[in-house]
């Protein structure tokens, strides 16, 4: 990985030749034998459910009462897409999608400009970011709604202009910071390692170029640096915001949803698992795949770049 | 560098380390809070008279609080069960992967784009939507609530990042090796099994830890797909431990759980660091 911009490697060249020789002919066979189970076992977990899923949706059928199963073509999605619950649960995922990966992009984009430089213990700095990834949500959620609660927590004594007595998880809007902080504290060294992997491929010769034609540290920044790891911006970017679109570990433990802090993901577990509504649980599962489908399809369209050219596949 | 710059460097390093640091410390801190100081209401960062009572209660050892006679148990099944199903589901998964990611990296076959299609849209599938159908099916076969119930979709889950991570690994091997092998007589297979193997322990390894990580922290699946002891894991456990006062959430004894599951992390961390953050960049940014 010495090229700062290796060129997408031509895929026609090789992946277009024709399976000719007895070789070509044992190879192919081999490398779909060899990816087989892989392929077998993502299909039966996901499409399988899935499509399950999409027939199930069709139906009135709640598990506490299996003989009212009855066909009721998409009235489902009709009640989904006419209760405000939904839209107000979609508005915070994407609220929270939002926010959380736009701070943790300037956090991280900070972290990996910081890594990139230090000289010293690249040991500790990088055990230290290595822990708030590794940690189970649930435990970083826990923390966090203890650093905020009323009687427990430090944060009221520690942030000026806070009341001792602020109680976070009171009302919407404090409810949602703290969620947010959570999920921004642990996820953001995800972000920067990406980001600092796409840093350490700018190439040091081109940035003191700039700075010998004088270029300010602001202008290399922006003209040098960023340009030259948008591809890694990009797939930092798409993961962390789909990641932050299934949001649902740190909802659960620290408000259970109340003060209107639900998430689209939550909507569904609580009606497919709590209430037994496998039918709209269904329906609420198709619209979720279908919201992150497209989510995925304009993240890829609005940065232009080809993903798999990104990860460097062939 | 100026020593402007690495004022600044400096400031940053120690910010990172803070922001890193501060809820681990903070969590530590709050497990050696005895009940009398969280149930009254305890700004203040550091116990004022640290107690080892949150860890003799979750880990069951000497004298435990009354009233939280279960709470051991419950917990050490727990710990069992996730240890148990992440390691199961990350040996199956890199298996899966390893020959996965041989083929990718390696030969030329038809349908290579779409397993590698396939496996991007996994990564980024909403496993939530899968809850409900998964609930279903799980019921009707018998998984629901058994170790395979968690590990299939674990594996399954793990897969596509376990492929990306050692298709970049094997894209670094010196493959000459493989054809010198093979001009000498043996088979695709054997030059698989006998030379690249070894080379590809390292990025195994590391495809290993990611899976475990994934696998550890896992709470959806967790919480839907299993109803008792008997196969809950850690993070569910954890969400559902209420204490014996329900209007006072216990918040030592989470605490003191939370290190307990905290420790394997850390370990790791420090142990293969350099190796996790080759796992996690290699593949993702390239060209």
């Known amino acids: 990985m010495t090229a700062t911009q290796a060129p997408p490697r031509e895929d026609s060249a090789r992946g277009g030749t024709a399976v000719d020789s007895d070789r070509s002919k044992a190879e192919n066979r081999l490398g779909q034998r060899l990816v087989a189970p892989a392929v077998v076992l993502m299909l039966l977990v996901t499409a399988y459910p899935m499509l399950q899923a999409l027939y199930l949706s069709l139906f009135r059928y709640r598990l506490t009462a299996p003989d009212d199963r009855e066909f009721i073509w998409f009235s489902n999605y009709a009640t989904v897409l006419t209760d405000s619950l939904f839209w107000q649960d979609t508005w915070n995922t994407v609220l929270i999608m939002v926010v959380t990966v736009a701070v943790e992009l300037v956090i991280g984009f900070a972290f990996a400009m910081v890594m990139h430089r230090v000289v010293f213990a690249r040991g500790v700095i990088r055990t230290s970011i290595l822990i708030p990834y590794g940690i189970i949500t649930v435990v970083s959620a826990f923390a966090w709604q203890f650093a905020f609660s009323l009687n427990n927590g430090f944060v009221n004594s520690w942030v000026p202009f806070v009341e001792d007595n602020f109680n976070w998880f009171g009302d919407h809007w404090p409810a949602m910071f703290a969620i947010m902080v959570s999920e921004i504290w642990k996820t953001t060294p995800f972000m920067a390692l990406l980001l600092l992997a796409g840093l350490s491929q700018v190439s040091e010769d081109m940035l003191e170029a700039a700075k010998v034609d004088g270029a300010t540290w602001w202008q290399r920044l922006w003209k040098v640096i960023l340009p030259n790891m948008r591809a890694a911006i990009m797939v930092a970017v798409l993961f962390r915001a789909l990641d932050a679109y299934r949001i649902f570990d740190n909802i659960f433990v620290m408000t259970k949803g109340a003060q209107d802090t639900e998430s689209v993901s939550f909507l569904t577990y609580r009606q497919s698992i709590e209430q037994v509504q496998l039918g709209l649980g269904s329906a609420l599962s198709v619209l979720l795949f279908l919201s992150v489908l497209l989510l995925a399809f304009g993240i890829v369209k609005l940065f232009r770049v080809d993903l798999a050219q990104a990860r460097g596949e062939g | ?287």
Not at chain 2, 220 to 230: P, Q
Not at chain 2, 256 to 270: D, E, G, N, R
């Open chain 2, 1 to 287: 560098m100026s020593n402007k710059t690495n004022a600044g460097t400096w400031i940053g390093f120690v910010l990172i380390l803070v922001w890193c640091l501060l809820p681990v410390v903070w969590i530590i801190s709050l497990s050696f809070k005895g009940p009398g100081e969280t149930g009254a209401g305890s700004p203040q960062f550091l116990p004022s008279e640290p107690t080892l009572q949150n860890y003799r209660d979750i880990l069951g050892i000497g004298k435990v609080t009354p009233g939280q006679e279960a709470t051991a148990g419950d917990f050490i099944d727990a710990l069992r069960n996730s240890f148990f199903i992440s390691l199961i589901a990350t040996f199956l998964a890199v298996i899966f992967a390893t020959l996965a990611a041989y083929a990718i990296a390696r030969l030329e076959f038809k349908g290579k784009r779409l397993v590698l299609t396939m496996a991007l849209a996994i990564a980024m599938f909403p496993v939530v939507s899968l809850v409900g159908p998964l609930f279903d099916m799980w019921r009707t076969i018998g998984l629901f609530n058994t170790w395979p119930g968690l590990i299939i979709p674990y594996m399954t889950f793990t897969l596509p990042l376990a492929i990306w991570t050692l298709s970049a690994f094997f894209r670094e091997i010196p493959w000459e090796m493989e054809q010198a092998a093979q001009v000498d007589g043996a088979t695709s297979w054997q030059a698989f099994r006998k030379v690249i193997v070894p080379l590809a322990a390292p990025g195994v390894f590391t495809a290993a830890i990611l899976t475990f990580f994934f696998a550890w922290n896992e709470f959806v699946l967790a919480i839907s797909l299993t109803s008792t002891t008997g196969s809950r894991t850690v993070p569910a456990q954890l969400s559902f431990f209420v204490g014996p006062d329900p209007f006072n959430p216990p918040y030592g004894t989470l605490a003191a759980a939370s290190v307990v599951v905290t420790v394997p992390i850390i370990v790791i961390v420090l142990l293969f660091q350099r190796k996790i953050v080759a796992g996690l960049t290699s593949g993702a940014v390239k060209g």
